[in-house]
């Protein structure tokens, strides 16, 4: 029974062309994040849901758009791929908004080409 | 800006050894340090953690120490046994108590235990 799960697990796509990860956690969880893993491997964070809630957003282009329909789920919209936007995307979620461990999800690879 | 560096890309030690992992952070609001593991193709999942107020956390066979002075920490795995091999990432956060809390990790240490 999978804690955090993102689909797809991977995904090609051709630079211009606009595409979504969608992530879904089952914890009760009332926080949930996306992080972004790039060639040089650091995770980095773009976005933090609280309730539906945006509380965090790291400069991150416009072309990225979350959406949380609800505190179970919280999306990944792209528009407009580029190229640099070739990474991994990991979706977590936590309890609370701090303190707290979070519990990631399996990853998305996206490769734009 | 790195605020959390892992300056050891890579270690490699024997079954039954000690392992240890280093982590420096420049940061000095930083209160809140974890350390998360990652098998290939799937995500980190949470470790161990430590609070600034403490030097020291232990469960099982890890240990993180945590040099505030140093603005250092370590995690030490004892003994090591091959499905410890992962990447090991350190993690920190400055709890401002409310709506801003975040991680930011390191790069990541890749561990390899041979058998």
């Known amino acids: 029974d999978t804690a955090v799960s993102q689909t797809p697990k991977y995904l090609v796509t051709q630079m211009g062309n606009d595409k979504s990860i969608k992530c879904e956690q089952n914890?009760?969880?009332?926080?949930m994040y996306w992080y972004k893993q790039d060639s040089k491997k650091f995770l980095k964070i773009m976005f933090s849901?609280?309730?539906?809630?945006?509380?965090i957003n790291e400069t991150v282009p416009n072309r990225f758009s979350p959406k949380s329909p609800d505190k179970a789920h919280l999306n990944l919209h792209i528009n407009s791929l580029e190229l640099g936007d070739s990474a991994v995307y990991f979706c977590a979620s936590s309890q609370d908004t701090w303190g707290d461990e979070q519990y990631f999800g399996p990853g998305t690879r996206l490769t734009v080409t | 800006d790195q605020q959390v560096k892992q300056n050891s890309p890579s270690l490699s030690v024997q079954e039954g050894r000690i392992s240890i992992l280093n982590c420096d952070y420049t940061n000095s609001m930083f209160d809140y340090f974890l350390w998360y593991k990652k098998y290939p193709a799937e995500g980190p999942t949470f470790l161990i953690s430590?609070?600034?107020?403490?030097d020291k956390n232990e469960d099982g066979r890890f240990t993180v120490f945590l040099n505030k002075s140093a603005k250092h920490l370590s995690l030490h795995i004892v003994p090591s046994q091959p499905g410890d091999s992962a990447v090991y990432f350190c993690a920190a956060s400055a709890n401002s108590g409310g709506s801003n809390y975040k991680l930011t990790f390191g790069k990541g240490t890749l561990l390899t235990v041979n058998p």
């Open positions: 430590i609070s600034s107020i403490k």
């Open positions: 849901y609280n309730n539906k809630e945006l509380i």
């Open positions: 914890l009760g969880h009332d926080t």
